[in-house]
């Protein structure tokens, strides 16, 4: 398989646990998350601390598969990386332990987990949807747009995420939106 029909069939691998699961708005909670975790007996574990760089990992062993996030994360970050480390459970269990490192990003099967993670909370049709619902054609998404978008969706997928797949969609040229930094600042205006 290559890289491309791979990070496919991640996305469909997304939208086929979403259906399964019930989950039908870009509004996915933590909560929900806990929910499928359940249901495939998955523990998860809250490291005490943070490390730097380092969001979670995913280790299979004797004792089932378990989860390990880094306590305290705020709600849209821990919907983001539970749903990453899921993509572990279902296609990386062989490896036994998958760290989950910000450096390791390079590798396929870390951005597997970005893709699939992204779809799990936000589908690309959804996202096709809402911005043809706002009236936004090609290369035409602000930042506000996306603002907007949040407000309106309540969505966990974070403005990051939201501007990668604006940008990597056709609603906003390259680099336009993924350079932002200051979302939070942009959201009280
Ligand atoms: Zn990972």
Redo the contacts with the bound molecule.
Sequence with gaps: MNTQSYYEDLKQLARQVRAENGLSSPRVLPNDLMRIYAKYEITVDEWPYRFRNL????INDHLGATVMVAKGLPQDPMAFTMA??L??FFR?RDLGI????QS?LNKS??IG??IFAAELLFPDRDFVAHMNRMGIRTNQCLPKNLVQLKRQTGTTLSYAGLAIKAERLGFAPSHSLTTIKTWRKLEAL
Excluded at 55 to 58: K, L, P, S, T, V
Excluded at 98 to 101: E, F, G, I, M, Q
């Design positions: 969001r979670g990992a995913f990453h480390e993509k572990h990386d998958s760290y989950c490192d390791n099967i870390e987990a970005e």
